[in-house]
Every structure is written in C-alpha cells, then in structure tokens.
C-alpha cells in the first residue's frame, strides 16, 4: 500500500509523521518527494547510499534544417520558445519538456538533449528502504524529480513524504497514493492550508484521513470542518515538548519511546481499514 | 522608427507589468502615427514576458519603453536589439516627450520573473 502524507502549510509535522510511520511498519520504503528541502534522510541517516541523476529533455534546434516556420514556437503553449534573429530560442527554465515542438517541426530540425535537474538518492537505514529526491538549487520544477523518486520506490508499503502546499509537485506526489494522510497544525493558518489540500485530495478522489499534530486542547474549526465532511480524524497527537526535543536532535519517535510506538502502529492499522473500507 | 509602451486598462498610462500589460502602444515616429494592439500574453499561464517580448519584436519595435523587465524577456529583446529605456510612471504621452528630450535613462537591471507555483 502507497500512503501519502501531506499537509499543505509546511512545518505541521509531514516528515515527523512519515518518518515514524514508516518505521513502524511493516516492509515500508520512505520516499522523500519534498525535494526541494528533503529532510527525511536525517532521521534515517540512511548508510550506503545511491546517487543518480535525473534528467529533463530540451530542445535543440538545427539551424540548417530550420526554415523559420515559427510553428514550434506557436506550438508552445508554455511559452519557453521565442523567435529572434531569424532561429528559435529556448528558456530551459520555462521548458516542460514535453517534446511538442519536435512533433510540430516540418523539417525535422528540434532534436532533444538532456540536461539535469537534480538526484535521487537511495540507502538503507536499519533495513529500511529510504529514497530522497533532490532537485537542485535555483531549478523551478521539482515534479520530474519526484518522479523519478517514486519509481524507485517498489516496496511492499510505501510511505510518501509530499512537499507541502497544494501545487503540481503535491500531485505528483499524492498521484499514485492508495490513501492520503492529512497533517493538519490546530491553528487559523494551518486549518486555511489544511482545506486546500482536503479539496485536493477530494477532487483526485483519494481515500484520505487526518492527523492533527501539536494539539493543545480542541481546535473547533479544524474538528468542526472535518464532521461535517465526514473526513475521519485518525490521530491526535498532543504537543510535547520531550517528543519535539527527540524531533529536534534527529531521533526517531517510535524508536525510543513505546507509547509513541503503539500510536503509531495504531495508526498504521487505521488506515489500512480505512484504506479497505 | 516604432517604440513600443505597455499600457494599462486605460489604454493611456503606462504599465508596471512588462509581460502581463493587457495593451501595447505602438508608435510610428516615421509617420507619426499610433497603433493600440491587445497583448495576448496577459493571458497566459506561464512565460508571459517571454511570449510579450516575442510580440514586441513581430511588431518590428526598435525601442521599448517600460518601468520594468524581466530577465527572459530582456534576453530575447536585446537578442533582437531592441533598445530598452525606463519608463517613469504616468501617461505613456508624457514618457513619448521625455524620451524625445532625452530624458529617460537605460534600463539594464532586469529581474527575475514573477513565476508563480508550477
């Protein structure tokens, strides 16, 4: 089963879920899709990792072949191509790479090369299969990366950390999810995000439950909205400034406390009936 | 000789956007005669200074006039040698005169886009 964990306003506790329900179940990869600040890795501390490169495609053209037509750049409906001194020019940042103006080109004169956009690293820590993909700084598109970070992933269970907000990168991210967890922050800010992700997930018609991480007593909006949407709350999980300390140092949650470790293997059977259901 | 004015909803006044600039004003120095043409960039989802640039170049500008520009956009009108003066915020008229005396300076720091979540 794919489960992925997402929350749209960042520091909820996406890769402090993730992270501790990953190591408590059974057979699970963690695969770091936040890729622009993959921070999975330094819980996991995973050992002899992999590194290997990922690529998007831009294209080149041949100005022999070239007969000004402009049709690629009419083509292009992301804008990445413009037509000056009489040859086509392409911003790679703007590029989706998704070859169009090779098909459109009469000529023959696009042709493709690679050009890369960050890693993915793959290691294991304790047995656990832990995946990171990293885009590389300053690039705009972190989705190329997420993907290829999710197809190395091919393990029984599968836990994915998304990026936060609600944007391409989180649905690529949640793409190919069996369930999706929800972390929402009991605050005004955090409820706000928290809605836009819960319209996400229920316009991808994803199963989906929620954890509210950091409690401090009920957060009315927060459990109001999810009632009346009929969206399950799954776990609550109190702020504590012992567990935040553990979080804080880089320690693993489940690993070191046994109370924590029975809430999350709860957790983990939750969803797995609510996934059934 | 054409220079060329994003201009706002008023059609009359210049606009701080470069490539989402909903009208283009452009001005035939050679007849003395205006043309006010829709920018079809403003509507699009992505690359907008980059598909405005590429307008103002088919429109066979030799001059832009504007507050602001961002860097795809410049690269593709310097490629073109399209001369980029900074606009001062106001009617596109008063920024035509002061173009004329010689008052307006070269614009040469261009910023990175306003690429909004892809």
């Known amino acids: 089963m794919k489960i992925a964990v997402l929350s749209g306003k960042g520091g909820t506790g996406k890769t402090f879920v993730s992270v501790n329900l990953t190591a408590v179940a059974p057979h699970a990869t963690y695969i770091d899709c936040d890729a622009e600040e993959p921070n999975g890795h330094l819980f996991f ?12 495609m831009i294209p080149t053209f041949d100005g022999t072949k070239c007969n000004g037509c402009r049709k690629c750049v009419d083509f292009c409906r992301f ?3 413009a037509f000056v001194q009489g040859k086509p020019k392409v911003f790679p940042d703007v590029c989706h790479a998704c070859g169009g103006c090779a098909l ?3 000529t023959g ?19 656990i299969p832990v995946i990171s993909g990293i885009l590389n700084t300053g690039e705009i598109s972190a989705v190329p990366v997420i993907r290829a970070a999710l197809r190395a992933g091919n393990g029984e269970n599968t836990v994915i950390d998304s990026p936060p907000g609600s944007g391409c990168s989180v649905m690529e991210a949640v793409s190919g999810a069996d369930y999706c967890l929800l972390v929402a922050e009991p605050t005004a800010f955090g409820f706000h ?9 229920s316009l991808l018609h994803k199963p989906f439950g929620v954890v509210i991480n950091k409690t401090n007593g009920v957060y009315a909006p927060l459990e109001e909205f999810c009632a009346n949407h009929h969206t399950p709350i799954l776990l609550r999980i109190s702020y504590d400034a012992k567990i935040a300390e553990i979080a804080a140092r880089g320690d693993i949650a489940v690993t070191l406390n046994p109370a924590f470790a029975q809430m999350f293997t709860s957790l983990w059977e939750r969803i797995q009936e609510e996934a059934t259901a | 000789m054409i ?4 201009l706002d909803e008023t059609k009359q006044d210049v606009c701080v956007s470069f490539g989402r600039a909903p009208y283009y004003l452009f001005r035939n120095t050679d007849t003395n005669t205006d043309e006010i043409l829709t920018n079809a960039a403003a509507q699009a989802q992505g690359g907008a200074g980059i598909k405005a640039a590429q307008f103002v170049v088919d429109q066979h500008a030799d001059t832009l006039l504007t507050i602001r520009c961002g860097e795809n956009a410049s690269e593709v009108l310097l490629a073109a040698k399209i001369c980029i003066y900074k606009a001062q915020k106001g009617s596109a008229a008063d920024n035509l005169k002061a173009y004329d005396e010689g008052k307006l300076e ?6 990175p886009g306003f690429h909004g979540a892809v």
């Open chain 1, 45 to 56: 501390k995973p050992e002899q990792t992999q590194q290997t490169e990922v690529y998007t």
């Open chain 1, 79 to 81: 804008n990445a191509l």
């Open chain 1, 104 to 106: 459109v080109c009469p």
């Open chain 1, 109 to 127: 004169a696009v042709a493709e090369e690679k050009r890369g956009i960050g890693v993915v690293s793959e290691g294991l820590s304790d047995g």
């Open chain 1, 193 to 201: 995000n928290f809605r836009m992700v819960h319209k996400l997930v």
């Open chain 2, 3 to 6: 220079i060329a004015i994003p």
């Open chain 2, 106 to 111: 070269k614009l040469e720091s261009f910023h």
